[in-house]
T-cell receptor, first 118, second 112 residues
Framework: EAQVTQNPRYLITVTGKKLTVTCSQN?????MSWYRQDPGLGLRQIYY???????DKGDVPEGYKVSRKEKRNFPLILESPSPNQTSLYFC?????????????????FGPGTRLTVL | GENVEQHPSTLSVQEGDSAVIKCTYS??????FPWYKQELGKRPQLIID?????GEKKDQRIAVTLNKTAKHFSLHITETQPEDSAVYFC???????????FGTGTKLQVIP
């Protein structure tokens, strides 16, 4: 089954304790992204990756790191989490289709990771 | 950077009526505009998208229109049904379609 998986789904941690949220896709997509979702703010892109070893900042990259060593994986690292990083995090993957396809660049989202930093 | 504004933030319609959600963007370089639907407790899913070389696109009961000159695009849902109740997000992107800026979302409630 084609899917994007994230782990863990729920995490409660304390300020300053390094954590990693994993993201994996089995669709051979070139592109992957991380978003955070906060009430009233919608989805905000943290980082995105165009391919292996190619990453770039989104709109809210401060306090986060990413790596893309393999095409299927795109982990999100919080080296020193703070309470303002309490949020719902989504990973997404996509590839560019031809102009004739129903959608040009559909992003497939993972199930989300709810993170609470105390 | 890009800024996407979305209105209204909440919208209630009677079943069978139409719903319209509007978005504006700031960066004229943006050339791809998807719309995502997020049901309660679930992940966002693409419902329709449009590229900057197209003015309108339809898919059954949903349609999207784009006005490049005014930098705004809209989602139209006709004959609304209770299962259309969800949060809808517009987005704009450029640079190979991977740097994506979302609107703040519209919570649509369809009243049976």
């Amino acid at each position: 089954e084609a899917q994007v998986t994230q782990n863990p789904r729920y995490l409660i941690t304390v300020t300053g304790k390094k954590l990693t949220v994993t993201c994996s896709q089995n669709m051979n997509h070139e592109y992957m992204s991380w978003y955070r979702q906060d009430p009233g703010l919608g989805l905000r892109q943290i980082y995105y990756s165009m391919n292996v070893e190619v990453t770039d900042k989104g709109d809210v990259p401060e306090g986060y790191k990413v790596s893309r060593k393999e095409k299927r994986n795109f982990p999100l690292i919080l080296e020193s989490p703070s309470p303002n990083q309490t949020s719902l995090y989504f990973c997404a993957s996509s590839f560019q289709r031809s102009q004739l396809a129903r959608s040009y660049n559909e992003q497939f989202f993972g199930p989300g990771t709810r993170l609470t930093v105390l | 950077g890009e800024n996407v504004e979305q209105h209204p933030s909440t919208l209630s319609v009677q079943e069978g009526d139409s719903a319209v959600i509007k978005c504006t963007y700031s960066d004229s370089a943006s050339n791809y505009f998807p719309w995502y639907k997020q049901e309660l407790g679930k992940r966002p899913q693409l419902i329709i998208d449009i590229r900057s070389n197209v003015g309108e696109k339809k898919d059954q009961r949903i349609a999207v229109t784009l006005n490049k000159t005014a930098k705004h695009f809209s989602l139209h849902i006709t004959e609304t049904q209770p299962e259309d109740s969800a949060v809808y997000f517009c987005a704009a992107s450029f640079r190979g379609y991977q740097k994506v800026t979302f609107g703040t979302g519209t919570k649509l409630q369809v009243i049976p």
